[in-house]
């Protein structure tokens, strides 16, 4: 069990908004470490997406928008394309585990 | 342009050893920090380890500490990790990622190599 719970998996219609969530707990996100969102398409590594809670890295376009509240944060797609079918994983820093950097279990997003 | 090449997998004996590399390029090497993610078949990712710029600093997850060993040569921008004792759920791709972020509990990965394939099976 991961210790950042995402949903296995969301689906959306193309130009559908979607969120998939990240929740934590008071030795991570809620202890106000940054959240970061990853995405991954299928055989490939992973990319990075939004890092500081809210922040994409250049290139990523602005259709990709990340929160974050208490213990939990969210990653937003609006305008859903086909392309966006992947797997995407929330990281955090967790204060209690020696492994601290530490993963969501992954979200699988399918676009109908 | 940030690139970062993995090699080293293969399939080892329970038991074995295995040595990965990394070859960093497009970044000055000694400035950033570094880590090994691995991802089982299947499943999520795991960040077995992470190795400060200047070597100093290291650490593990529990599931690999005592087995597995980073560390760097920034002469040759190379990022290495030696894995003894493998088991059967060390199976996994092994990325290797360049570390960002203005503190070391604000770190995220902003670059991954291809990843390199290890599988421990008899």
Not at chain 2, 21 to 45: E, H, I, N
Request: charged fraction near 15%; proline fraction near 4%; hydrophobic fraction near 30%.
């Amino acid at each position: 069990q991961s210790v950042l719970t995402q949903p296995p998996s969301v689906s959306g219609a193309p130009g559908q908004r979607v969120t998939i969530s990240c929740t934590g707990s008071s030795s991570n996100i809620g202890a106000d470490y940054d959240v970061h969102w990853y995405q991954q398409l299928p055989g490939t590594a992973p990319k990075l997406l939004i890092y500081g809670n809210s922040n994409r890295p250049s290139g990523v376009p602005d259709r990709f928008s990340g929160s974050k509240s208490g213990t939990s944060a969210s990653l937003a797609i609006t305008g859903l394309q086909a392309e966006d079918e992947a797997d995407y994983y929330c990281q955090s820093y967790d204060s209690s585990l020696s492994g601290n950097w530490v993963f969501g279990g992954g979200t699988k997003l399918t676009v109908l | 342009e940030v690139q970062l090449l993995e090699s080293g997998g293969g399939l080892v004996q329970p038991g074995g050893s295995l040595r990965l590399s990394c070859t960093a390029s497009g970044f000055t090497f000694s400035d950033y920090a570094m880590s090994w993610v691995r991802q089982a078949p299947g499943k999520g990712l795991e960040c077995v380890s992470n190795i400060h710029g200047g070597g100093g600093i290291t650490s593990y997850a529990d599931s690999v500490k005592g087995r597995f060993t980073i560390s760097r040569d920034n002469s040759r921008n190379t990022l290495y990790l030696q894995m003894n004792s493998l088991r059967a759920e060390d199976t996994a791709v092994y990325f290797c990622a360049k570390n960002r972020g203005s503190t070391v509990t604000a770190w995220f990965f902003d670059y991954w190599g291809q990843g390199t394939l290890v599988t421990v099976s008899s």
